[in-house]
């Protein structure tokens, strides 16, 4: 009988976790294929005061940030949650526009891109901050297809995670279709993705900024005023490699929606370790501007795993 009960209740959990996820993917999709950008940016906006709406790791990544950073800003909450439901609602918007929405509403700021002409493939470096997509095509219309290192969903998700599961998979394929090339999944990726840029002269993109793993290779930088580490097989590969490096971030504004993107580079010449900290620098200036667009704070203690928390 007990365990009767707890199989009922796991299944009910289950599919309240299923129900939230897909209703709130409804939502965001109602509000952006129904309004123009503005004003669905706005009801984008309104529904972060809700709890539904705020995730499963807002308490988490409302915390971490707190514990890391040493204090939030007063609108920290809802902020992170309208990160999250922007890069939900940019899954649509790029089936709804093209070009012309890019246009007017992505500026960008930094070093100049170079041509493709210009340089050999270059390996660009992203965070999981902000929200992304609106990137991938500015790349592959200024002539960089562009194959996204990733860690694929799994083939069937947990009873609870399956809707999750499902948009993940869709959310791979729309990135392909954006940038213009096969993603590259994860597992003997390093070797794909030098022969990509090596033997093919073909641009490739990782983000760096995922928690350790146990045994995993690392590279020591400073980060949130803290000794961290970063994993080390790309960097470790760009570097030995004298691939060239741009590294970018982009986030909306969160006052009017419109997309703001950073480019740092070509970088060239450094060792492995040197490199790691560019990069560090480059999100740690992000951070500092705007915290709560990184979606990585549930888990920002895999960073640290040997100064732990200071």
Same mark, same amino acid.
């Given at each position: 009988?007990?365990?009767?009960?707890?199989?009922?209740? &796991?299944?009910?959990?289950?599919?309240?976790?299923?129900?939230?996820?897909?209703?709130?993917? +409804?939502?965001?999709?109602?509000?952006?294929?129904?309004?123009?950008?503005?004003?669905?940016?706005?009801?984008?906006?309104?529904?972060?005061?809700?709890?539904?709406?705020?995730?499963?790791?807002?308490?988490?990544?409302?915390?971490?940030?707190?514990?890391?950073?040493? %204090?939030?800003?007063?609108?920290?909450?809802?902020? /992170?949650?309208?990160?999250?439901?922007?890069?939900?609602?940019?899954?649509?918007?790029?089936?709804?526009?093209?070009?012309?929405?890019?246009?007017?509403?992505?500026?960008?700021?930094?070093? %100049?891109?170079? %041509?493709?002409?210009?340089?050999?493939?270059?390996?660009?470096?992203?965070?999981?901050?902000?929200?992304?997509?609106?990137?991938?095509?500015?790349?592959?219309?200024?002539?960089?297809? &562009?194959?996204?290192?990733?860690?694929?969903?799994?083939?069937?998700?947990?009873?609870?995670?399956?809707?999750?599961?499902?948009?993940?998979? #869709?959310?791979?394929?729309?990135?392909?279709?954006?940038?213009?090339?096969?993603? /590259?999944? *994860?597992?003997?990726?390093?070797?794909?993705?030098?022969? #990509?840029?090596?033997?093919?002269?073909?641009?490739?993109?990782?983000?760096?900024?995922?928690?350790?793993?146990?045994?995993?290779?690392?590279?020591? *930088?400073?980060?949130?005023?803290?000794?961290?580490?970063?994993?080390?097989?790309?960097?470790?590969?760009?570097?030995?490699?004298?691939?060239?490096?741009? /590294?970018?971030?982009?986030?909306?504004?969160?006052?009017?929606?419109?997309?703001?993107?950073?480019?740092?580079?070509?970088?060239?010449?450094?060792?492995?370790?040197?490199?790691?900290?560019?990069?560090?620098?480059?999100?740690? *200036?992000?951070?500092?501007?705007?915290?709560? %667009?990184?979606? +990585?704070?549930?888990?920002?203690?895999?960073?640290?795993?040997?100064?732990?928390?200071?």
């Amino acid at each position: 009988m007990l365990e009767r009960e707890v199989r009922l209740s &796991i299944s009910w959990s289950g599919l309240g976790r299923e129900f939230k996820a897909a209703l709130e993917v +409804v939502c965001v999709a109602i509000l952006v294929f129904l309004l123009p950008w503005p004003l669905a940016f706005r009801g984008l906006r309104f529904i972060t005061r809700y709890s539904l709406f705020q995730g499963r790791e807002q308490e988490s990544a409302l915390g971490s940030l707190v514990m890391w950073r040493g %204090a939030s800003g007063p609108h920290s909450e809802r902020l /992170i949650a309208l990160h999250r439901l922007t890069d939900i609602a940019d899954f649509f918007l790029t089936l709804k526009y093209g070009r012309s929405w890019m246009k007017r509403y992505l500026h960008v700021s930094g070093d %100049a891109l170079p %041509a493709p002409s210009e340089l050999p493939a270059p390996m660009l470096v992203t965070f999981h901050y902000g929200q992304g997509f609106w990137a991938l095509r500015f790349f592959r219309d200024h002539g960089y297809p &562009i194959a996204w290192l990733h860690a694929p969903p799994p083939k069937v998700a947990p009873w609870g995670e399956r809707f999750v599961g499902w948009m993940g998979h #869709r959310r791979i394929a729309q990135v392909a279709r954006l940038s213009g090339a096969p993603t /590259i999944a *994860v597992g003997g990726s390093i070797e794909r993705m030098r022969r #990509r840029l090596l033997a093919e002269g073909r641009a490739v993109m990782v983000m760096p900024d995922a928690p350790l793993q146990p045994g995993q290779s690392s590279l020591p *930088v400073r980060l949130l005023g803290r000794d961290a580490r970063l994993p080390a097989g790309a960097i470790g590969m760009a570097s030995e490699a004298g691939v060239p490096v741009l /590294i970018y971030t982009i986030m909306i504004d969160p006052r009017d929606g419109h997309r703001h993107m950073r480019l740092e580079g070509p970088v060239m010449g450094l060792d492995a370790q040197t490199l790691a900290q560019r990069l560090a620098d480059h999100l740690q *200036v992000a951070l500092d501007s705007h915290p709560e %667009a990184w979606h +990585v704070w549930p888990w920002v203690s895999g960073f640290f795993p040997e100064s732990g928390r200071q």
